[in-house]
């Protein structure tokens, strides 16, 4: 494929430059595209990205249907076979701010005042359409031969909150028709995987722009599914030692000011509340509050390590372009804890903290993870706590740590916590980019912050180092990546309904009730399907919506021989009497078999 630079030269595109060459040119041909059907558009940045390219475009009050992403993409193909040549050329500033001014470009007038003085300033041009672009690009239109319009959204010019909001239109481009099938057929499985769509199958939770964006509310499905999530870790917790408290959902602004908070992480809370006085805020995370109760009495070497825990409801003002169901919302609930230790304690705590970590994700079956030691940027003086001595301790501690324990990871550099570096526990799920699920932080920071201490062996006061860590993340962010992995076909102990029995008729629904009723006394989450529906539509909503385990299948010939059908969500049909099945059930619940 032959591609042109900005100074004209046109040469072989090298291999591993194709995919971005072309997602970037397909950018410029879909805001050509767009250029036509609205000639009044604006457009900001049109960039490539790792997935594909996007143009962020001010439509004025245009807002943009399905149907419409359609017709630009229409548009697309009808450019992509005028052939139209793709021509670079250079103008220095002055002209550069003319040409654009002219056309009415006037985000690109102001991205020329960003540019350094010397810097050279080239255009591409296609048709009617001019773009200030450095290259390189594909030397016809014709070139481009697979794409896809795939969304729209919002995005504010400059990434800044205080500009105007953008449609940003995105789009996808390959080298040969066959990627462009593959993509598609992967797009098919994330929206079958997706834990948006599973979830208002199932009735697993809702959300409604009245009671806010990134504000889900758990249904009684999902809330027994979020429920068994949180008797699961809490159970696991009790057994090693932690002590469970509840506090508050808000704090004043001076806890958070005390803590580094306020000065550090602002932007991401909800404004500030005025009450009789003071000043409160939603609470985003429940460090201070648990800083508070360890201070709420004197401590004694002999009591460390102490390790609070709480299932704790937080909020964060995420950008309405980030929030995605339960995955990542404004309203979320932290299976969170603070664990104060000596500095001999740090090596062991972490430790058992690492392995209550992977003994969880055991149990659920993740195999899929990547460990990072999330480190500050030594040159980034505005996001972190400016201690260098204290972060080359917690640094260094934290490394040897991991490496006395054997664990394989990789370090990244400005992903550490604004008091402390960390270790993230990052998994891919079957669909979209990799996240974070677990986390433990080293932190040195807050204790000082809020002069903690305790009285050591020689009598002398000490100041605690804490150990941040949440197993789980977010109880409703791990619930959607279980979702999406299961495909809403949970294992038997984490299922909302775990048996559906099915009366095949009126006849027997005698039988049928004495089966619900055995069931219902052994504490298995059972429903009777009493409808006069055909056996056929029960099985089919059972296995397809409501993802059920177990189907009992209730006829006459099982009255008869007091047996019940056993039906599989694979659809495998054995027979076997009730108190055999009941057995079965009550063991994979006991043991949550996944």
């Known amino acids: 494929m032959k591609i042109i630079y900005k100074d004209g030269t046109v040469a072989e595109c090298p291999a591993e430059e194709v995919t971005h060459v072309l997602r970037h040119s397909a950018a410029h041909i879909m805001a050509q595209a767009i250029q036509r059907l609205y000639p009044n558009a604006i457009f900001g940045y049109g960039p490539a990205t790792d997935k594909g390219f996007y ?27 005028e052939k139209l040549p793709i021509r670079p050329f250079i103008l220095n500033r002055d002209e550069a701010i003319k040409l654009m001014h002219d056309r009415g470009a006037k985000y690109k007038e102001e991205h020329i005042g960003d540019l350094p003085e010397d810097a050279i300033i080239s255009f591409y041009q296609q048709g009617d359409y001019i773009d200030m672009c450095v290259g390189p690009h594909i030397t016809y239109t014709s070139a481009l031969k697979a794409f896809k319009i795939t969304q729209q959204g919002g995005a504010y010019w400059k990434n800044d909150s205080s500009r105007k909001m953008l449609t940003r ?8 028709k066959e990627e462009l099938e593959e993509y598609e057929r992967q797009q098919e499985e994330a ?30 499905n999902g809330y027994t ?15 090693l030692g932690y002590q469970h408290v509840m506090t508050p959902c808000v704090g004043t602004v001076d806890l958070y000011k005390t803590s580094g908070h306020w000065a550090h992480y602002q932007k991401n809370m909800f404004p500030p509340m005025e ?9 985003p995370m429940n460090c201070p509050h648990h800083m508070m109760i360890y201070a709420n009495r004197p401590h004694s070497y002999k009591e460390l390590p102490i390790r609070i825990a709480e299932i704790a409801h937080d909020f964060r003002f995420e950008t309405s372009g980030t929030l995605k169901g339960i995955e990542r919302g404004r309203h979320f609930c932290q299976n969170d804890s603070h664990i104060f230790v000596t500095p001999e304690q740090i090596e062991s705590e972490f430790k058992g903290v690492v392995d209550l970590i992977f003994e969880t994700y055991k149990d659920f079956g993740i195999t899929d993870y990547r460990c990072v030691l999330s480190l500050r940027d030594p040159n980034d003086k505005v996001k972190y706590h400016p201690d260098d001595q204290m972060w080359d301790m917690a640094e260094a501690s934290l490394r040897k740590v991991l490496d006395d324990i054997g664990i394989e990871y990789t370090e990244e550099i400005g992903e550490a916590a604004f008091y402390g570096p960390k270790l993230d526990v990052n998994v891919k799920p ?26 050591d062996a020689d009598n002398s006061e000490k100041t605690p180092v804490v150990l941040h860590r949440a197993i789980l993340g977010s109880i409703d962010r791990f619930m959607a990546y279980i979702i999406e992995e299961t495909k809403g076909k949970f294992p ?8 559906k029995v099915l009366p095949v008729s009126e006849k027997t629904m005698e039988y049928a009730t004495r089966c619900y009723n055995a069931l219902l006394d052994e504490d298995v989450r059972v429903v009777l399907d009493d409808r006069s529906e055909k056996i056929g539509y029960k099985i089919r909503e059972a296995q397809q919506e409501d993802r059920v385990p177990y189907m009992l299948i209730i006829g006459a ?6 047996t019940v059908s056993v039906r599989n969500r694979v659809g495998e049909t054995t027979t076997m009497k009730l108190d055999e099945f009941i057995t079965k059930v009550r063991t994979e619940i006991r043991t949550r078999a996944f």
């Open 169 to 176: 239109i995105n789009g996808v481009a390959f080298a040969t």
């Open 492 to 499: 038997t102990w984490l299922a909302p309904m775990q048996v």
């Open 430 to 455: 079957a669909i979209g980019n990799e996240y974070t699920l677990s986390t433990c932080q080293l932190d040195f920071c807050l204790p000082a912050k809020f002069d903690l201490k305790y009285i």
């Open 225 to 239: 599914v979020w429920r068994e999530l949180e008797n699961y870790i809490r159970n696991k917790e009790l057994k």
């Open 191 to 220: 929206k079958a995987r997706d834990h948006r769509r599973i979830g208002q199958q199932m009735q697993l939770f809702m959300s409604d722009d009245l009671v806010g964006k990134g504000m889900p509310m758990f249904l009684p």
């Open 55 to 81: 143009y962020d475009v001010d439509l004025g009050d245009t807002k943009l249907t399905d149907e419409d992403l359609v017709t630009i993409e229409n548009e697309m193909k009808k450019i992509v076979k």
């Open 557 to 562: 010939k099982e009255e008869e021989e007091g």
């Open 275 to 283: 009450v009789e006085g003071e000043t409160f805020v939603l609470r």
